[in-house]
């Protein structure tokens, strides 16, 4: 199966940095960008664009609720009008700053709580996938791969939306093919190894065991690696060899 590895990045502010972007580019395919609602600024999208023509990856807009103070992490009451103006407002800035470096961009993937709100509301999937239809219909969108697949993919449908499936390595999974709760002991998966096998078993087979050791079949595109940290890089070189030795 060819999994494409994706990793959140340009998330620096003015003098501030944050993350090993130039370092981990070499080592994934598809890069989140973001877009100034909970990171990043003119400058910052610049640096981040011009790197990944330099190693060809392929640029997604990584859209936020309005809050940077809160790195959009903060759910917000929103109006679906509001959410089609937000989205369409950096998906505006990113691709312009694209165009001047000449290349496109390929897919959305929202970023924290406008994700996880996305996942569980389908009024606010809907606004969403609304606009990136009225923006460019050939963007895909990023989703969280699970046991509603089939029913966000009819959603999208409707507005001439396809979907890229995202799965997460290092978290565990329920029996229906949902996220574990952070919340919940065992959520987040420590072990490298552990990790790596699991990987290993969606590159081969697309399927993971969740936490009682039932076996999932999931749609995957893409794995999210976290970029963030010195342990986080050694991990995800493991699976771009991983990758490549496959």
């Known amino acids: 199966m060819n999994i494409k590895l994706n990793c959140d990045m340009g998330e620096g502010f003015g003098a501030y940095s944050m993350g090993l972007d130039e370092k981990i580019m070499p080592y994934i395919e598809m890069a989140n960008l973001a877009c100034g609602f909970h990171a990043s600024d003119p400058v910052t999208m610049h640096k981040s664009i011009k790197l990944c023509k330099e190693h060809d990856l392929q640029i997604g807009c990584h859209p936020s609720y309005p809050d940077l103070v809160g790195f959009g992490r903060r759910e917000m009451s929103c109006s679906s009008e509001e959410i089609i103006s937000f989205i369409l407002y950096q998906l505006g800035a990113l691709s312009a700053l694209c165009k001047s470096y000449d290349v496109k961009l390929s897919y959305v ?21 609304k606009a990136i239809s009225k923006f460019d219909s050939n963007l895909k969108l990023m989703i969280l791969s699970s046991g509603k697949n089939d029913n966000y993919a009819q959603l999208a449908q409707k507005y001439n939306i396809n979907l890229l499936y995202e799965v997460f390595a290092d978290r565990a999974y329920t029996n229906e093919g949902f996220l574990v709760p952070r919340s919940l002991k065992d959520a987040v ?3 490298k190894e552990e990790v790596l096998q699991r990987a290993k078993s ?40 991983l990758k490549n030795d496959l």
């Open 109 to 129: 993937k929202p970023h924290g709580a406008l994700y996880n709100a996305m996942m569980r509301d389908e009024s606010i999937f809907r606004a969403i996938t």
């Open 189 to 191: 998966i420590e072990n």
């Open 202 to 241: 969606l590159m081969r087979k697309g399927s993971l065991k969740s936490i009682d050791g039932k076996k999932l079949k999931l749609k995957v595109d893409t794995l999210c690696v976290h970029g963030d940290n010195k342990s986080a890089l050694k991990l995800i070189k493991s699976l771009h060899k």
